[in-house]
């Protein structure tokens, strides 16, 4: 099963992974780093969607695992 890892401590607070999947990412209100709202995508077009987040991400504070 896919998951999103988020590094809190390389997120810069881009908000990219929002734009890209708002269903599965927010910013905190506190510092605009990343919240992952669901970190299984629960089908291919949301794996797709967190592929994307991942590959757009400027600090590259996203990652998935099998």
């Known amino acids: 099963m896919t998951r999103i890892v988020a ?3 390389r997120c810069v607070g881009a908000g990219q992974c929002v734009l890209t999947d708002p269903d599965a990412f927010d910013q905190s209100d ?3 780093t990343v919240v992952v709202l669901r970190d ?3 089908d291919d ?3 797709n ?3 994307d987040a991942v590959e757009i991400c400027p600090s590259q504070a996203l ?3 099998e």
């Open 49 to 51: 969607r967190a592929k």
């Open 45 to 47: 077009e949301a794996r």
């Open 40 to 42: 299984t995508p629960t």
């Open 7 to 9: 590094d809190l401590d």
């Open 30 to 32: 506190e510092d605009g």
């Open 63 to 65: 990652s998935l695992t």
